[in-house]
């Protein structure tokens, strides 16, 4: 069998809040492979028997697929096979993985790891709604650890690996590292493979030590790469922001040395071969390390990271780039890329710290430090692009940061120098921070100038930059158009601070960037970047936290106005984003991709709800809406700003699809607050419906599908959520109105939480009931979950038919009833297709009271 390509798809609604803390757990880099110690179980199948494998469920035997595999050819229940030793504790267990069928939908196939018996283990779970997930099994009960996006195809050979080390799990799919979690079940175990109504091949299984501690040491295979004596302290998220992380080029993203081998490196001469050698790898820099200088050449698919806060290059720099040829005007096919340069020092470089050329692509420069030299910090230039420059401190340095190196290079360069500066420290720099030509749109953003000698930023030769959320204290030119011979570029600044400095000088317009990106108030730069800029500061809460969902690199029309940026969330504790319905069918995200909006008046905002391009909406402050429904088209994201963002009518959304609506409150409505028909993939979260309004706070019907009902609160309403409008509309409705409710606060809310006529499955979990008349009544043959729920002062909690509807099916489990009636329940209902952990529901009061409605996230 021969594994396929996989690209790593980013997690949507993931994004993490600040305050990870360096650790000093030894783990692999973000993305990259690990450095084998020793290898404990190798079994091609290539002997004609499974020795040492015991199997439990399924059909297994020895099989030939090109060559011999471990085949299960079983569909119709579980079937695992366990190998290796229970005392095994930090390893990387793999193998290849071919689904040959699966009997259904939401199947899996599956790699194992720490397993203790054949109900309790970790394991990397392929399934066929094109998803990996990496679970725990404790006693025949599943949890899920994380989940992420991947094309899943019967008759494709798959590479899976499951790193467990410490309580740091993580797992990739050929090569991509696409999961990872924190968990502290299972200590140690063996490894193994496993199908879930699906049958499967298996080959190449292989468990390698990660570290010590294992008792077991056979001799390692030739196949495996060199082990390293030490490896990179932990750096925090290995995602690439900004423009490195955007798709184009040929490359999405930038991930550096991910799916090579880890080496580690303490001599010029190991770090020169490393660094120029073919193919990816991650190079972990020993100590500070005397390079013979000037300039040492990088190749493509590299990460180089120092290990700890001392570790680095003195004498030499690195070139990251071809050789200069002036006659090349456009991107060369082997122009270097993909390159991660992290957490280094450098001292006393002969030419450049670090210099970018010729088309070079997709290199993320983070996290280090540089004092002074003979030239430049970090150079960009020569048709460069899609490079960011993120939380580095700058000491000292006289010219700092040059993007694009010549007035006459405009054949290389105009259309490209694509790049972000954000929260690096320039500390008594004197020019150069940066010094632009021809670049655009070049973001200089969250930036801390201090005693800045000369200038900070200079837009030249028709270069664009955006300038925003800075801090300058002591500079008394922090930027401006021109500089020296060059002629003058465009420069738009918003929302800088300025202490003991000069005003700048800003003109012309620049386009908004493509990317997402989390703005901090430029009052707050300065504390942040002093305190996670530079060497040893990775993971420290202002580091980098997440990946922020990188766009393809669309071109937004120029404009003289500054949109304003398009910022993630951060969801309260106990929150994990969107889970349920909305993540199926494709999943949910709104407008992403598409351009940010500001609206402060409700004509704005109905003019932008009915554009038809995708749009990422902010809505700010208390609007007058001009209809009492007003249209909402598809590929729209709706946030309100802060917790002021107050609607007096009712959002329509009709015949639409991905549409995500947050963080808004509705006060006053004249029909529904929100009404959802005929429409799909939806997510209404963290909204507030203070009533009474006219009719229904929210409201889905007419075959709607694929909807997340999360974290809103709804108070002193009657008709709160209706789910199918009419009894006889089941042509429209059977088969559709699946919608998930969950961790929703009804607070003296009357009735339908929801209402459900013809749904199923409709999953309502983890929400918080006080004061109602009924809680969820399921009617009409609706199949109705309701899970682990906190009812007080309900009169009927859950209810099998209402008023003049036939009955549903309603299965109630693990709820909490205080002061309230008998639940009622009835038949059974189809089982819940994605992933999901509810709380205990004795918890759910204080969960949902601390974190549902509108303010309780920042978007």
């Given at each position: 069998?021969?594994?396929?390509?996989?690209?790593?798809?980013?997690?949507?609604?993931?994004?993490?809040?600040?305050?990870?803390?360096?650790?000093?757990?030894?783990?692999?880099?973000?993305?990259?492979?690990?450095?084998?110690?020793?290898?404990?179980?190798?079994?091609?199948?290539?002997?004609?028997?499974?020795?040492?494998?015991?199997?439990?469920?399924?059909?297994?035997?020895?099989?030939?697929?090109?060559?011999?595999?471990?085949?299960?050819?079983?569909?119709?229940?579980?079937?695992?096979?366990?190998?290796?030793?229970?005392?095994?504790?930090?390893?990387?267990?793999?193998?290849?993985?071919?689904?040959?069928?699966?009997?259904?939908?939401?199947?899996?196939?599956?790699?194992?790891?720490?397993?203790?018996?054949?109900?309790?283990?970790?394991?990397?779970?392929?399934?066929?709604?094109?998803?990996?997930?990496?679970?725990?099994?404790?006693?025949?009960?599943?949890?899920?650890?994380?989940?992420?996006?991947?094309?899943?195809?019967?008759?494709?050979?798959?590479?899976?690996?499951?790193?467990?080390?410490?309580?740091?799990?993580?797992?990739?799919?050929?090569?991509?590292?696409?999961?990872?979690?924190?968990?502290?079940?299972?200590?140690?175990?063996?490894?193994?493979?496993?199908?879930?109504?699906?049958?499967?091949?298996?080959?190449?299984?292989?468990?390698?030590?990660?570290?010590?501690?294992?008792?077991?040491?056979?001799?390692?295979?030739?196949?495996?790469?060199?082990?390293?004596?030490?490896?990179?302290?932990?750096?925090?998220?290995?995602?690439?922001?900004?423009?490195?992380?955007?798709n184009a080029w040929g490359q999405n993203g930038t991930t550096g040395g991910a799916g090579g081998p880890t080496v580690t490196v303490d001599t010029a001469a190991e770090f020169i071969a490393e660094a120029a050698a073919a193919g990816p790898r991650i190079i972990g820099v020993q100590g500070l390390i005397a390079l013979p200088g000037p300039m040492h050449d990088v190749t493509s698919d590299k990460t180089i990271v120092g290990i700890g806060a001392g570790s680095g290059f003195t004498g030499g720099g690195l070139n990251i780039g071809l050789p200069i040829d002036n006659a090349i005007t456009a991107p060369p096919a082997n122009a270097v890329n993909n390159v991660i340069v992290r957490n280094l020092n450098f001292r006393n470089w002969a030419d450049d710290a670090?210099?970018?050329?010729?088309?070079?692509?997709?290199?993320?420069?983070?996290?280090?430090?540089?004092?002074?030299?003979?030239?430049?910090?970090?150079?960009?230039?020569?048709?460069?692009?899609?490079?960011?420059?993120?939380?580095?401190?700058?000491?000292?340095?006289?010219?700092?940061?040059?993007?694009?190196?010549?007035?006459?290079?405009?054949?290389?360069?105009?259309?490209?120098?694509?790049?972000?500066?954000?929260?690096?420290?320039?500390?008594?720099?004197?020019?150069?921070?940066?010094?632009?030509?021809?670049?655009?749109?070049?973001?200089?953003?969250?930036?801390?100038?201090?005693?800045?000698?000369?200038?900070?930023?200079?837009?030249?030769?028709?270069?664009?930059?955006?300038?925003?959320?800075?801090?300058?204290?002591?500079?008394?030119?922090?930027?401006?158009?021109?500089?020296?011979?060059?002629?003058?570029?465009?420069?738009?600044?918003?929302?800088?601070?300025?202490?003991?400095?000069?005003?700048?000088?800003?003109?012309?317009?620049?386009?908004?960037?493509?990317?997402?990106?989390?703005?901090?108030?430029?009052?707050?730069?300065?504390?942040?970047?002093?305190?996670?800029?530079?060497?040893?500061?990775?993971?420290?809460?202002?580091?980098?936290?997440?990946?922020?969902?990188?766009?393809?690199?669309?071109?937004?029309?120029?404009?003289?106005?500054?949109?304003?940026?398009?910022?993630?969330?951060?969801?309260?504790?106990?929150?994990?984003?969107?889970?349920?319905?909305?993540?199926?069918?494709?999943?949910?995200?709104?407008?992403?991709?598409?351009?940010?909006?500001?609206?402060?008046?409700?004509?704005?905002?109905?003019?932008?709800?009915?554009?038809?391009?995708?749009?990422?909406?902010?809505?700010?402050?208390?609007?007058?809406?001009?209809?009492?429904?007003?249209?909402?088209?598809?590929?729209?994201?709706?946030?309100?700003?802060?917790?002021?963002?107050?609607?007096?009518?009712?959002?329509?959304?009709?015949?639409?699809?991905?549409?995500?609506?947050?963080?808004?409150?509705?006060?006053?409505?004249?029909?529904?607050?929100?009404?959802?028909?005929?429409?799909?993939?939806?997510?209404?979260d963290h909204n507030t419906f203070d009533g009474p309004g006219y009719d229904g706070a929210l409201d889905i019907k007419r075959g709607s599908d694929f909807v997340t009902v999360s974290w809103n609160r709804a108070s002193n309403h009657v008709k709160t959520m209706l789910l199918g409008h009419d009894d006889g509309n089941a042509s429209q409705d059977v088969g559709h109105l699946r919608v998930t409710y969950h961790h929703n606060w009804f607070d003296n809310t009357g009735e339908r939480h929801p209402r459900v006529r013809f749904g199923d499955p409709v999953h309502v979990y983890n929400n918080y009931y006080n004061g109602s008349d009924y809680g969820v009544a399921s009617t009409m043959g609706a199949g109705v979950l309701v899970e682990g729920n906190y009812f007080?002062?309900?009169?009927?909690?859950?209810?099998?038919?209402?008023?003049?509807?036939?009955?549903?099916?309603?299965?109630?489990?693990?709820?909490?009833?205080?002061?309230?009636?008998?639940?009622?329940?009835?038949?059974?209902?189809?089982?819940?297709?994605?992933?999901?952990?509810?709380?205990?529901?004795?918890?759910?009061?204080?969960?949902?009271?601390?974190?549902?409605?509108?303010?309780?996230?920042?978007?």
């Amino acid at each position: 069998m021969h594994p396929t390509t996989t690209r790593r798809v980013p997690r949507r609604g993931l994004l993490a809040a600040l305050g990870a803390v360096l650790g000093v757990v030894v783990l692999i880099l973000g993305m990259g492979s690990i450095a084998y110690a020793d290898t404990l179980f190798t079994d091609d199948f290539e002997d004609g028997n499974a020795t040492g494998w015991t199997a439990s469920g399924g059909s297994w035997a020895i099989a030939t697929d090109g060559d011999r595999v471990y085949r299960q050819s079983g569909t119709s229940s579980d079937a695992r096979s366990l190998a290796g030793n229970a005392a095994w504790t930090n390893y990387s267990a793999q193998a290849v993985v071919k689904p040959t069928a699966f009997n259904g939908t939401n199947r899996f196939v599956a790699l194992l790891a720490r397993a203790q018996n054949n109900t309790s283990y970790y394991y990397l779970a392929l399934r066929s709604n094109n998803t990996v997930e990496l679970k725990k099994l404790v006693g025949g009960s599943s949890t899920t650890l994380d989940t992420a996006s991947v094309g899943v195809s019967v008759g494709t050979a798959y590479t899976l690996r499951l790193d467990v080390s410490g309580t740091s799990l993580r797992g990739y799919v050929n090569g991509a590292a696409l999961v990872d979690a924190t968990d502290s079940q299972f200590s140690s175990g063996r490894i193994g493979v496993a199908t879930f109504n699906a049958s499967a091949d298996f080959d190449d299984v292989r468990a390698d030590t990660i570290g010590g501690g294992n008792p077991s040491s056979p001799t390692p295979s030739s196949a495996s790469p060199s082990p390293s004596s030490s490896e990179p302290t932990d750096p925090g998220s290995n995602v690439a922001d900004g423009w490195a992380g955007v798709n184009a080029w040929g490359q999405n993203g930038t991930t550096g040395g991910a799916g090579g081998p880890t080496v580690t490196v303490d001599t010029a001469a190991e770090f020169i071969a490393e660094a120029a050698a073919a193919g990816p790898r991650i190079i972990g820099v020993q100590g500070l390390i005397a390079l013979p200088g000037p300039m040492h050449d990088v190749t493509s698919d590299k990460t180089i990271v120092g290990i700890g806060a001392g570790s680095g290059f003195t004498g030499g720099g690195l070139n990251i780039g071809l050789p200069i040829d002036n006659a090349i005007t456009a991107p060369p096919a082997n122009a270097v890329n993909n390159v991660i340069v992290r957490n280094l020092n450098f001292r006393n470089w002969a030419d450049d710290a670090i210099n970018v050329q010729m088309f070079s692509h997709h290199i993320w420069i983070d996290h280090n430090t540089w004092t002074t030299g003979s030239d430049g910090g970090v150079d960009i230039k020569r048709g460069s692009s899609y490079v960011t420059v993120s939380y580095n401190h700058a000491d000292g340095t006289d010219k700092n940061m040059l993007l694009g190196h010549d007035d006459n290079n405009a054949a290389q360069d105009v259309g490209r120098l694509k790049v972000s500066y954000h929260h690096n420290w320039f500390d008594a720099t004197r020019q150069r921070n940066p010094r632009v030509r021809f670049g655009d749109q070049v973001h200089v953003y969250n930036n801390y100038y201090n005693d800045t000698g000369d200038y900070g930023i200079a837009s030249a030769e028709d270069a664009g930059v955006i300038v925003e959320g800075n801090s300058f204290e002591n500079v008394d030119d922090p930027y401006h158009l021109g500089e020296a011979s060059s002629g003058p570029g465009r420069l738009v600044a918003r929302d800088n601070c300025f202490v003991n400095s000069g005003a700048g000088q800003a003109g012309g317009s620049v386009p908004a960037v493509p990317y997402a990106y989390t703005l901090l108030p430029c009052a707050q730069v300065k504390a942040a970047v002093t305190a996670a800029a530079g060497t040893g500061k990775v993971g420290l809460p202002g580091g980098p936290t997440g990946n922020p969902s990188p766009s393809t690199s669309v071109s937004p029309s120029p404009s003289s106005a500054s949109p304003t940026p398009s910022t993630s969330t951060t969801p309260p504790v106990g929150d994990p984003g969107l889970v349920g319905w909305a993540t199926q069918n494709g999943g949910t995200t709104g407008g992403a991709g598409g351009q940010t909006v500001t609206v402060t008046d409700g004509q704005a905002l109905a003019d932008a709800l009915e554009s038809s391009s995708p749009l990422i909406i902010r809505v700010q402050g208390s609007v007058t809406m001009p209809d009492k429904m007003n249209d909402v088209r598809s590929n729209k994201t709706v946030l309100g700003v802060g917790s002021t963002a107050v609607l007096d009518n009712g959002l329509n959304v009709s015949s639409a699809t991905n549409v995500i609506i947050r963080n808004l409150t509705f006060r006053g409505w004249d029909d529904d607050a929100i009404n959802v028909q005929q429409s799909r993939n939806v997510w209404l979260d963290h909204n507030t419906f203070d009533g009474p309004g006219y009719d229904g706070a929210l409201d889905i019907k007419r075959g709607s599908d694929f909807v997340t009902v999360s974290w809103n609160r709804a108070s002193n309403h009657v008709k709160t959520m209706l789910l199918g409008h009419d009894d006889g509309n089941a042509s429209q409705d059977v088969g559709h109105l699946r919608v998930t409710y969950h961790h929703n606060w009804f607070d003296n809310t009357g009735e339908r939480h929801p209402r459900v006529r013809f749904g199923d499955p409709v999953h309502v979990y983890n929400n918080y009931y006080n004061g109602s008349d009924y809680g969820v009544a399921s009617t009409m043959g609706a199949g109705v979950l309701v899970e682990g729920n906190y009812f007080e002062n309900v009169t009927r909690p859950t209810a099998v038919g209402y008023a003049e509807s036939d009955p549903g099916d309603l299965v109630q489990r693990n709820n909490v009833f205080v002061n309230s009636g008998a639940p009622e329940s009835a038949g059974d209902v189809a089982p819940i297709p994605y992933a999901y952990q509810p709380d205990n529901a004795a918890d759910v009061k204080s969960l949902v009271t601390a974190g549902a409605g509108a303010g309780r996230i920042n978007p």
